[in-house]
């Protein structure tokens, strides 16, 4: 199958997985290899399973936004690759998922606000590339204090 230019390489996963970079010696080794679990071979199915999800949601990725494709999709490849080969690790809390998936979620949500800011109109909000926070009126002590 032909990928978008924007699809994340084997490395990328690795980037985000560096734990599961590890040979049968412990070493770890930044990506995935023949020497590694999962192969790298696996992990580019898992690759173009994420791509093709990201771009069910989001549609064409503009050409300005495509690094951010990228590793929204490598997110997404690593949540693939921990609950493919590491199922028993999530619920016990020995994998990372549940982590990945709240980055992974927040990140594609940012993405496909930037694609249609950029097909409405071709332009892009700078502050959509950033993380959202909100400070809801949680009651905390201090909070309205007036000095």
Request: aromatic share 6%.
């Amino acid at each position: 199958m032909l990928q978008p230019d924007w699809a994340p390489s084997v490395a990328d996963v690795g980037s985000v997985l560096r734990a599961r970079t590890k040979d049968r010696n412990g070493n770890e080794l930044g990506t995935f290899t023949e020497a590694t679990r999962p192969t790298g071979e696996q992990v580019d199915d898992l690759i173009e399973t994420a791509v093709a999800d990201l771009s069910a949601e989001c549609g064409i990725i503009p050409d300005l936004i495509q690094d951010n494709a990228r590793r929204v999709a490598a997110l997404g490849a690593s949540c693939l690759v921990e609950l493919s080969y590491f199922p028993e690790q999530i619920n016990s809390g020995r994998s990372a998922y549940s982590q990945m998936q709240t980055r992974y979620v927040d990140a594609l949500s940012r993405l496909k606000l930037q694609v249609s800011e950029l097909q409405n109109d071709g332009t892009l909000n700078n502050d959509d590339l950033l993380p959202q926070f909100n400070f809801d009126d949680c009651g905390m002590i201090g909070l309205r204090t007036q000095w």
